[in-house]
Nanobody
Framework: QVQLVESGGGLVEAGGSLRLSCAAS????????MTWYRQAPGKQREMVAT????????HYGDFVKGRFTISRDNMKNIVFLQMNSLNPEDTAVYYC???????????????WGQGTLVTVSS
């Protein structure tokens, strides 16, 4: 069974940076897209950034405003989120999501990581 494992969250001061990683364990036939979402306390989950694995086209939430960069390692099925100029409004649990075709069955499924907490202090 394929799982997504996230790392890189933590506590950072306003203006600081963090780099999140999300790696897939297990066999996947194809990853179509990799996406980071976040959910702040009392708010709905929102899309932070997404990247299409073939070609590398990326899209960002409006609130990112050039501060974050999503990248991927297709060979290792890893996605990264470099976050710069963090502010307290970025405090949230960050989740990674892979849109994949399963190995052997070729079913189209979405995989979710367990979430990693990012806390930005003022």
């Amino acid at each position: 069974q394929v799982q997504l494992v996230e790392s890189g969250g933590g506590l950072v001061e306003a203006g600081g940076s963090l780099r999140l990683s999300c790696a897939a364990s297990g066999s996947i036939f194809r990853v179509n897209a990799m996406t980071w979402y976040r959910q702040a306390p009392g708010k709905q989950r929102e899309m932070v950034a997404t990247i299409i694995t073939e070609g590398g086209t990326a899209h960002y939430g409006d609130f990112v405003k050039g501060r974050f960069t999503i990248s991927r390692d297709n060979m290792k099925n890893i996605v990264f989120l470099q976050m710069n100029s963090l502010n307290p409004e970025d405090t949230a649990v960050y989740y990674c999501n892979f849109d994949v075709r399963e190995d052997k069955t070729y079913r189209h499924v979405e995989l979710w990581g367990q979430g990693t907490l990012v806390t930005v202090s003022s």
